[in-house]
T-cell receptor
Framework: AQSVTQLGSHVSVSEGALVLLRCNYSSSVPPYLFWYVQYPNQGLQLLLKYTTGATLVKGINGFEAEFKKSETSFHLTKPSAHMSDAAEYFCAVTWGLYGGSQGNLIFGKGTKLSVKP | GAGVSQSPSNKVTEKGKDVELRCDPISGHTALYWYRQSLGQGLEFLIYFQGNSAPDKSGLPSDRFSAERTGGSVSTLTIQRTQQEDSAVYLC??????????????FGEGSWLTVV
């Protein structure tokens, strides 16, 4: 079955440090890939997405992610963490109408990011 | 409206009662999704609507759950005879087209359901 794995349910970094949140998917068919962020008591907000073209994708708030087909990965990074980045981050994939899936988003279990002063 | 609107934002109900959760998608979006977010369980797909096609109900956890979408716009998720394990955040989302081409799926703020 197609799945998404986020390594680490909790990640803690110091303010100014590199943020790296890992996401891997299982499929032989390249998917469309998304990262969403959820701040406390709020809904999900799209950070960035990969559909086609350049494999390095830049999103909002200084985040970026790189699609690596050979590694079936789409890790999220930010060079310098801010206190305001503390939230839960979800990786999601969909294979649209042509990838054998039903086009629904399949989510990872989420990674809660804490930022220490 | 500007975004996906859900109501109520919070609902506390007694075990065994029925509840209805409402979703108003972004104007013009033909695809509508319901997801459930439980503590420690991540996001779970429940049901999907696309235009006039039959809904994809493959994610509904039991026959106590049902949903409808009237006029291709507003959707209602109904949970009958609620159980404590139904306590969760129910998220509605919409997109212009079902998943194809990686269209962005936009989420509402969610309806927080607590069954006591």
């Amino acid at each position: 079955a197609q799945s998404v794995t986020q390594l680490g349910s909790h990640v803690s970094v110091s303010e100014g440090a590199l943020v790296l949140l890992r996401c891997n998917y299982s499929s032989s068919v390249p998917p469309y890939l998304f990262w969403y962020v959820q701040y406390p008591n709020q809904g999900l907000q799209l950070l960035l997405k990969y559909t086609t073209g350049a494999t390095l994708v830049k999103g909002i708030n200084g985040f970026e992610a790189e699609f690596k087909k050979s590694e079936t990965s789409f890790h999220l990074t930010k060079p310098s963490a801010h206190m305001s980045d503390a939230a839960e981050y979800f990786c999601a994939v969909t294979w649209g109408l042509y990838g054998g899936s039903q086009g629904n988003l399949i989510f990872g279990k989420g990674t809660k990011l804490s930022v220490k002063p | 409206g500007a975004g996906v609107s859900q109501s109520p934002s919070n609902k506390v109900t007694e075990k065994g009662k029925d509840v209805e959760l409402r979703c108003d998608p972004i104007s013009g979006h033909t695809a509508l999704y319901w997801y459930r977010q439980s503590l420690g369980q991540g996001l779970e797909f429940l049901i999907y609507f696309q235009g006039n096609s039959a809904p994809d109900k493959s994610g509904l956890p039991s026959d106590r759950f049902s949903a409808e979408r009237t006029g291709g716009s507003v959707s209602t998720l109904t949970i009958q005879r609620t159980q404590q394990e139904d306590s969760a955040v129910y998220l509605c989302a919409s997109s212009p087209v079902r998943g194809a081409g990686g269209n962005t799926i936009y989420f509402g703020e969610g309806s927080w359901l607590t069954v006591v």
